[in-house]
């Protein structure tokens, strides 16, 4: 009774094998890119990696719960190769969810500082690499607020500041992501307490995005919130009266220059989990890292690099410095995301919603 079963194994074996080469011959020239980015200067960027490698890319957009939530729904029969994300907690859940493939790539080691990419798995593989790099700037009311009362992270908590501070939900990656650096910086305890003089320094109870936290700021609801640095360029850049009024009204700092730098989050990239055509696919990561896409990949967004020795052409991110280069935090990105747990717990005992 055994024989038929075997011969049929053996012949959908050989059906399979079949269907799989011929899919890898075809999955040659193409290379799906799940992404959660969806900047117009991203279409050079493909166009460039085609043009120099012959390798289409197919794109599928989504944000990126809804990336991790369809990479999870496909499992083994995803036909993703790449998958781009932009927060540094969002790649760290995407890793312990196991949707990535841990590579080794010289090129990608060389180009990428230690402290953007994942930890090293035991045999030296790295799940994902960060390239690009936005910073969680403080943003204050000129007529009311004085630099030197929030020209730190640990200032906002202090009751100085009550009745000023506007953020987005504490949940939010970006918080969060902030929130698990302090843990690194000053740890647990000193951060729950911190947390705690957050939610009594609050202006009102945290709700919009960053640009809505702005926007407050300058219309004196608020008199001090938090932001990622691109939407603050973004409104720099904006040619609308309400958006240049808005950045009128507005001072920003770089909190902690003189301790440990101010918080730096990333977006970045990895091999997908079960891609059938990984090559590629870290070809186009190492493509990501060189200099000439590094700008067009920061510039999208109008962030920082993360490669090193490449330097930012971007006058609204140079206006916003200074013109000189800010002091950024160094601890591994991979941390924040270890935290988020910790953090969360934190956030539901102060009642930070
Ligand atoms: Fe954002």
């Known amino acids: 009774m055994k024989k038929p079963f075997t011969t049929l ?3 959908l074996a050989a059906g399979w094998v079949s269907l799989v080469a011929s899919a890898s011959a075809h999955a040659q020239s193409v290379l799906n890119l799940y992404s959660a980015r969806h900047y117009s200067t991203d279409e050079a960027l493909y166009t ?24 999870g729904t496909e499992g083994s029969a995803s036909p993703a190769d790449v998958v781009l994300l932009v927060d540094a907690a969002r790649l760290w859940k995407a890793q312990v969810d196991g949707l990535f493939l841990p590579i080794k790539s010289a090129a990608l080691e060389t180009a990428i500082p230690i402290h953007l990419r994942a930890k090293p798995q035991t045999d030296g593989s790295t799940a994902w690499f960060g390239f690009s790099t936005r910073a969680r700037v403080v943003v204050y009311d000129k007529l009311k607020v004085k630099p030197e009362d929030i020209d730190t992270y640990e200032e906002l908590g202090e009751a100085k500041n009550k009745g000023r501070l506007c953020t987005r939900s504490g949940s939010h990656p970006y918080n969060l992501s902030l929130f698990g650096s302090m843990v690194e910086h000053i740890g647990p305890q000193k951060t729950e307490a911190w947390l705690r003089g957050l939610v009594a320094n609050m202006a009102r109870a945290p709700k919009g995005g960053d640009t809505d936290q702005v926007k407050a700021v300058a219309s004196g609801e608020c008199a001090v919130a938090l932001t990622n640095s691109y939407y603050l360029a973004r409104l720099m850049r904006s040619n609308k009266p309400e958006d240049k009024a808005v950045i009128e009204r507005i001072g920003i700092a770089f909190p902690n220059q003189a301790t440990w730098g101010t918080h730096v989050n990333i977006a970045g990239g990895a091999v997908a989990r079960h ?21 067009y990949f920061a510039n999208g967004n109008n962030e920082w690099p993360a490669a090193q020795g490449v330097v930012l052409d971007n006058p609204a ?13 160094v601890i591994p990105t991979s941390v924040v995301g270890m935290n988020q747990v910790k953090v969360q717990q934190m956030l539901d005992r102060v009642g930070y919603r």
């Open 9 to 11: 194994c053996i012949a």
């Open 48 to 71: 460039n990696f085609t043009k120099a490698t012959g390798i289409r890319i197919q794109r599928v957009d989504a944000d990126d719960a809804g990336i991790i939530s369809r990479l």
């Open 275 to 295: 891609s059938k055509n990984k090559d590629a696919a870290v070809k186009f990561l190492e493509y990501l890292a060189s200099p000439e896409a590094q700008q």
């Open 317 to 329: 991110l140079q206006a916003m410095t200074g013109g000189t280069p800010f002091k950024s935090e």
